[in-house]
Antibody, heavy 121, light 110 residues
Framework: QVQLVQSGAEVKKPGASVKVSCKAS????????MHWVRQAPGQGLEWMGI????????TYAQKFQGRVTMTRDTSTSTVYMELSSLRSEDTAVYYC??????????????WGQGTLVTVSS | QSALTQPASVSGSPGQSITISCTGT?????????VSWYQQHPGKAPKLMIY???NRPSGVSNRFSGSKSGNTASLTISGLQAEDEADYYC??????????FGGGTKLTVL
């Protein structure tokens, strides 16, 4: 079954870091870019960045540069998104989303179920 | 990085057609044919409805169609059905592997 399964909900204190995982199955992991998108409560979708499935290439939205790190483990078909220096505004559902093909321009055709990250003192 | 501009809400009656616009700039919507549209029901992950301006993924109803003129892309839903009630988001490739979303449009089926 083609799917992306994300790690469970997290509660963090301001200033802490969070690392969310996204495990792919049912398709060739190395053939698709992966994006991360977040959605604050009651708000719209926000693109965070993209990681190539092979190599070390990443591109982050300017807003998150310096605070976000995306990595992948091809041996387990898993991508990770780590966000540091958390603040209350980072409370959101975080999604991984697969690009349709092998280009960074491709649309997001497969989404994880989302991981709620709550930042609260 | 400014988001693409979408109307906050649109509405229509069952059987009617509606159009949602998505306005960007020549650096994103107008400069590339990489506009896509997503449907999101409450509490669910988004679903791809249109990619590369006009293409429908397998399994998406042909009642959904996309177009673009200049810096504005549009999603049209014909023959509105109750299950179309959802939030809709556009996104566009911007440059250097970056993407940008629209602010989202809430579709109400009256």
């Amino acid at each position: 079954q083609v799917q992306l399964v994300q790690s469970g909900a997290e509660v963090k204190k301001p200033g802490a870091s969070v690392k969310v995982s996204c495990k792919a199955s049912g398709y060739t992991f190395t053939s698709h870019y992966m994006h991360w998108v977040r959605q604050a409560p009651g708000q719209g979708l926000e693109w965070m960045g993209i990681i190539r499935p092979i190599g070390v290439s990443t591109t982050y939205a300017q807003k998150f540069q310096g605070r976000v790190t995306m990595t992948r483990d091809t041996s387990t078909s898993t991508v990770y998104m780590e966000l540091s220096s958390l603040r209350s505004e980072d409370t959101a559902v975080y999604y991984c989303a697969r690009a349709r093909g092998t280009y960074s321009t491709d649309a997001f055709d497969l989404w994880g179920q989302g991981t709620l990250v709550t930042v609260s003192s | 990085q400014s988001a693409l501009t979408q109307p906050a809400s649109v509405s229509g009656s069952p059987g009617q057609s509606i159009t949602i616009s998505c306005t960007g700039t020549s650096s994103d919507v107008g400069g590339y044919n990489y506009v896509s549209w997503y449907q999101q029901h409450p509490g669910k992950a988004p679903k791809l409805m249109i990619y590369e301006v006009t293409n429908r993924p397998s399994g998406v109803s042909n009642r959904f169609s996309g177009s673009k003129s200049g810096n504005t892309a549009s999603l049209t839903i014909s023959g509105l059905q109750a299950e179309d009630e959802a939030d809709y988001y556009c996104t566009s490739y911007r440059s250097s592997s970056t993407q940008v979303f629209g602010g989202g449009t809430k579709l109400t089926v009256l």
